[in-house]
């Protein structure tokens, strides 16, 4: 250690106690490092000699005052308060004794310190603050390796904030404006809306009977309306989505109809409305988390499920529950939605409810059909608070939905019990429910839009109990032969309803509504796969019934054929070849022992919605 200076006096001299033990300096103290010497003989510890500091032992009174800051530190302390002194000096310019002593205390900067400041003021020549600008300052101050030589912009908050929204408003009326480019001319625009009865449907879809009783939905000349470019990207988005559902109805075959003018073919159009959509509004959450926004993924999903691109529609439901949960429609019927069409009065307006319920029935279709999990387990759309106001139809269109995804929960829930719950619904309607509905070209459009959804709710019905007990056709040496029978019957159910919806004379012949189109096609396969299955299970059938379900089939294919000339309809069309293909004389169907379901030689594979991939061998080719 050190020795003691000549000059100190006797106290000062006087020593210390320390704990036994102590061999640090008072520097290596403070600093909380190891004191570590070189040799016995060293009198100054290693860290003192390279700090240059005075090594004294803690035996003596610590007389040496506390050292300087790091050098660094002192250099960036500096800095700060020069910079502080700089933004007052800006702030209140005409404050003399602020200034002056700002000024003061710029000259007696450091050299470094001068630099820094200089650059400062070169940088930020003609630059404006205002009373938010010292926060914006602080916000910014970085580490020197930072900030110099760079310079520093800064502006104030509401400055930044103004400047940010500006630029948003910019984004949304530019892709408002990309919208609005989309849409056909008025006068096309009319003759969409008027030759096509999806336009009731398409503002009726989001309001119960009541509210379309009492006037409180978009009235169906509103479809024909087009929004101004300023309106809301979400708002130009559902318009347009109601217009190509009308526009893929609109019968082009028809003569009668004036011809567009429509520089694109309509199919063509409106796979390029869907997919400026699909990039711009849909995949933005700022632009979609409205009331509007939600609408317009449930139209999209429909359209998807049109075009039979039923992936990308379970996809897009999936994705606007997600976001309804998000926006908690799903929890509280006072729950606040967000709406953002001024056009649309207060009482016109869906409420948050039955674009839930929507959404829910929707996903639940398309999930029954893929054979994918749905995407809420939530049914409050259908609790008895909920339904209090809803008609016998509308309560049976919710049962179904909450059935929906008991069948694809079988496992969990006994097949005769959804079966019951179906039963039970079916005689609360009475006989003459089930009837088949006339739907005549004569009928006005809201007259024939309530028989249409009528006809769909019995399809609905039928095909659930069909895919209820699919699963027991495909083993009938395991299952009951009521299984089997009830799956049957609901099969032809659907078919002699979808001979009706398909008429050459029906109005819907064009109607782009794909449920049961879809259920038809599962139906006629389910009974084509009766015939197959019946050739390794020694089953005899009627000859009467197999001539019944041939001219059904018949008739089925007969329709699906003309559909996929007249429309350019690909799912009809390639569910006619499956159909033609699998009733071949001689080949399939009632084809005797030996024909059968599965693998082997000469076996082909198709791919059947529900399904999945369907293995049929010819009989001797096992």
Same mark, same amino acid.
């Given at each position: ?37 070189? %040799? ?8 003192? *000699?390279?700090?240059? $500091?005075?090594?004294? !032992? #803690?035996?003596? /009174? &610590? ?103 500006? %630029? ?8 408002? *404006?990309?919208?609005? $480019?989309?849409?056909? !001319? #008025?006068?096309? /625009? &009319? ?121 990308? !529609? ?78 016998q139809q509308e309560r049976l269109g919710k049962l179904h939905t ?38 005549? !070209? ?29 699963p027991y056709l495909t083993q009938p040496a395991h299952s009951s ?35 049961p189109d879809y259920a038809a096609l599962i139906s006629s396969l ?97």
């Amino acid at each position: 250690m050190t020795e003691i200076a000549p000059n100190q006096t006797d106290a000062e001299v006087r020593r210390r106690k320390v704990r036994k033990g102590t061999h640090s300096c008072w520097e290596c103290r403070r600093r909380k490092i190891r004191c570590q010497y070189g %040799g016995g003989d060293d009198t100054i510890c290693l860290p003192c *000699q390279a700090r240059g $500091s005075i090594c004294r !032992s #803690q035996e003596f /009174v &610590d007389s040496q005052p506390p050292q300087l800051p790091d050098r660094r530190l002192a250099q960036r302390l500096a800095r700060l308060e020069d910079l502080m002194a700089k933004v007052v000096d800006r702030v209140m310019p005409e404050s003399g004794s602020g200034t002056s002593s700002t000024q003061n205390y710029s000259r007696h900067a450091s050299p470094t310190t001068s630099n820094y400041t200089g650059s400062m003021e070169d940088d930020d020549a003609g630059y404006e603050f205002d009373e938010n600008s010292v926060d914006s300052m602080l916000l910014t101050i970085r580490p020197t390796s930072y900030t110099q030589g760079l310079p520093i912009r800064t502006r104030s908050t509401d400055g930044t904030r103004r400047s940010s929204s500006r %630029g948003q408003i910019s984004r949304n009326e530019r892709i408002s *404006q990309t919208l609005y $480019s989309l849409f056909p !001319s #008025q006068q096309d /625009v &009319d003759i969409i809306t008027k030759t096509s009865i999806a336009r009731f449907w398409v503002v009726s879809l989001f309001s119960s009977y009541r509210d379309q009783l009492e006037g409180k939905f978009e009235t169906p000349d509103s479809v024909s309306l087009i929004p101004s470019p300023n309106s809301h990207p979400t708002v130009l988005s559902k318009r347009l989505l109601q217009l190509c559902i009308c526009l893929y109805d609109h019968p082009g075959a028809n003569p009668e109809i004036p011809l567009l003018q429509m520089q694109i073919p309509p199919r063509e159009q409106v796979n390029n409305i869907i997919s400026i959509i699909n990039q711009l509004v849909t995949t933005n959450d700022d632009l979609i988390a409205t009331a509007e926004g939600l609408q317009t993924l449930v139209l999209l999903g429909h359209l998807h499920s049109t075009l039979g691109n039923l992936r990308k !529609s379970w996809l897009i439901f999936r994705r606007a529950i997600s976001l309804a949960i998000l926006l908690g429609i799903d929890r509280s019927p006072s729950n606040y939605l967000k709406y953002v069409d001024p056009s649309i009065p207060l009482n016109q307006r869906p409420t948050p409810q039955a674009i839930w319920y929507r959404i829910n029935a929707y996903d639940r279709f398309v999930s029954l059909i893929l054979s994918l999990p749905v995407g809420s387990q939530n049914n409050s759309f259908a609790s008895e608070p909920s339904m209090t106001s809803d008609t016998q139809q509308e309560r049976l269109g919710k049962l179904h939905t909450v059935l929906a995804r008991r069948i694809l929960e079988r496992e969990r829930i006994p097949p005769n019990q959804i079966n019951s719950d179906l039963d039970n619904a079916a005689r609360s309607l009475g006989q003459d429910w089930w009837s088949i509905p006339c739907l005549d !070209s004569s009928l006005d459009h809201q007259t024939l839009l309530a028989r249409t959804q009528h006809l769909f709710l019995q399809i609905n019905h039928f095909n659930l109990k069909n895919i209820l007990h699919l699963p027991y056709l495909t083993q009938p040496a395991h299952s009951s032969p009521e299984y089997i029978s009830t799956c049957l019957s609901a099969s032809r159910e659907i078919l002699k309803r979808f001979i009706i919806y398909r008429s050459p004379q029906s109005p819907l012949i064009h109607y782009s509504f794909r449920q049961p189109d879809y259920a038809a096609l599962i139906s006629s396969l389910t009974l084509l796969l009766r015939y197959l299955y019946s050739g390794s299970t020694q089953e005899t059938i009627p000859s009467k019934e197999i001539e019944q379900d041939k001219r059904l089939l018949s008739i089925v294919l007969e329709r699906m054929q003309h559909l996929g000339i007249i429309n350019d309809d690909k799912i009809l069309g390639e569910g006619a070849e499956v159909i033609e293909q699998m009733m071949s004389p001689g080949e399939f169907v009632g084809c005797g022992e030996g024909c059968g379901v599965g693998e082997g030689r000469g076996c082909i594979k198709l791919n059947l919605p529900y399904f999945g991939v369907v293995g049929m061998h010819r009989a001797g080719d096992r």
